[in-house]
């Protein structure tokens, strides 16, 4: 679903709509350069750098490639080293069935990725971590390289007192621990308001059962931590003191049980950075107003997701935040639209892509004006002996 399905819908999309992603589009000719015509020309960068995370390793390498080689360009992709298996296989199916020269699967670690950025590319597109952005973005700009940067940080999720309480526990529950919350658009930390908190917080401990029973760390359909690296920094992120559902952890195959802690302040450990795993801090809220100003006094985050029925205060958090994306009364499912662009914004990171914008982050628009040789605008040319008032006014009629 994740994975493969989200790489084919993309690889459809571009084989169904290239003619007309690919055309020519005529826009208007001021009335000073009639006779003449404007197009839009889309045109390939080049050859492009793809450099992929780890926590779906393989959409977020092939899905980009599908907009880039539609586009018209070459590609090498960097696979991420900490997902191994799929990186071979990333590397097989690319490395086996296209010339080098088109298209090229470079494996390896930080040496191999300091040796690919070191190199004259046209374009390059990285997912990953904030940190990591900052650096491709340095490099970059020693070529004058245009960059997307697809990155994260704490999305928030506010559930409002008069939403759907069931609907809401169960796609935040989804949500969030889909690939155990190693998702860049997972709710990060939840603000629920205080008349429905005990009520939401059952709801939501009941649909974390329902989907992966009592004990998930045994459930072969509940994913584990990429690795023991990640593992210890979830663990050190729990107040164990705070724990009021789950916290169970089996270090052999690197499982974290979902867990709920409550209550949690802004000044909590886990509160500082993105968690990226199945653990659900909660605070409380009484009034939209402070969890608007919590959310724009931080990082602008990936993606913002809002549970309520009140078309005024869903109006408040859509004109009063700012974020790479929305959901209102769900969560993650925005990035499956083909008709969404997605991506960041500040820290979350910078360009978009998806269906049509996929295409037009690899492509350049080149403006193209075709004038005609019949006749020519003789007071364009100098001297200019008429007077400056005239002037003004029938370039002010031409350029409208």
Same mark, same amino acid.
């Given at each position: ?33 009639? $006779? ?5 020309? /889309? ?46 296989? %990333? ?11 088109? %298209? ?23 997912? $990953? ?22 990155? $994260?940080?704490?999305?928030?999720? %506010? ?83 705070? %724990? ?9 195959? &690197? ?7 409550? /209550? ?78 997605? $991506? ?32 020519? &605008? ?23």
């Amino acid at each position: 679903m994740t994975e493969v399905g989200f790489t084919l819908n993309e690889i459809d999309f571009m084989i169904k709509n290239i003619r007309r992603l690919a055309k020519y589009r005529r826009v208007k000719t001021p009335l000073m350069l009639a $006779g003449g015509s404007s197009h839009i020309a /889309p045109e390939p960068y080049g050859t492009v750098l793809i450099i992929g995370p780890w926590n779906y390793p393989f959409q977020l390498v092939m899905l980009p490639l599908a907009g880039a080689i539609a586009a018209g360009n070459c590609a090498v992709v960097k696979p991420s080293e900490l997902s191994p298996n799929v990186a071979g296989i %990333i590397t097989k199916i690319i490395n086996k069935n296209f010339d080098n020269e088109y %298209i090229f699967s470079a494996e390896g670690g930080i040496e191999m990725s300091e040796q690919l950025l070191a190199q004259k590319f046209d374009y390059i597109f990285y997912t $990953g971590s904030t940190t990591v952005g900052r650096i491709v973005m340095e490099a970059a700009a020693k070529n004058l390289t245009p960059v997307t940067l697809e990155l $994260g940080g704490k999305s928030p999720c %506010i559930v409002d007192k008069d939403t759907n309480l069931d609907n809401a526990a169960r796609r935040i529950a989804w949500g969030k621990l889909l690939n155990c919350g190693q998702t860049c658009v997972a709710p990060d930390y939840l603000f629920v308001h205080k008349e429905i908190r005990d009520e939401f917080i059952k709801k939501l401990i009941n649909t974390s059962e329902a989907f992966y029973g009592s004990n998930p760390i045994k459930n072969e359909q509940y994913s584990k931590i990429i690795n023991e690296r990640h593992f210890n920094r979830l663990l050190s992120l729990i107040d164990k003191q705070n %724990i009021i559902y789950g916290g169970n952890y089996d270090k052999e195959r &690197l499982k974290i049980s979902p867990t709920v802690i409550y /209550p949690v302040t802004k000044d909590s450990k886990i509160m500082q950075d993105e968690i990226f795993g199945p653990v659900m801090p909660i605070m409380e809220y009484e009034n939209i107003d402070e969890v608007i100003g919590y959310i724009n006094d931080r990082p602008k985050p990936l993606a913002l997701y809002f549970f309520s029925k009140d078309k005024g205060r869903i109006r408040r958090v859509l004109k009063e935040t700012s974020s790479g994306g929305v959901c209102i009364n769900d969560t993650v499912n925005h990035i499956a639209s083909a008709g969404l662009p997605f $991506g960041g914004v500040g820290d979350s990171g910078m360009g978009s892509y998806h269906g049509r914008a996929t295409f037009d982050t690899f492509s350049h628009k080149k403006s193209i004006l075709k004038s005609q040789l019949i006749f020519d &605008l003789e007071m364009k040319y100098p001297p200019y002996d008429v007077s400056e008032g005239f002037i003004k006014k029938v370039f002010k009629y031409l350029l409208h």
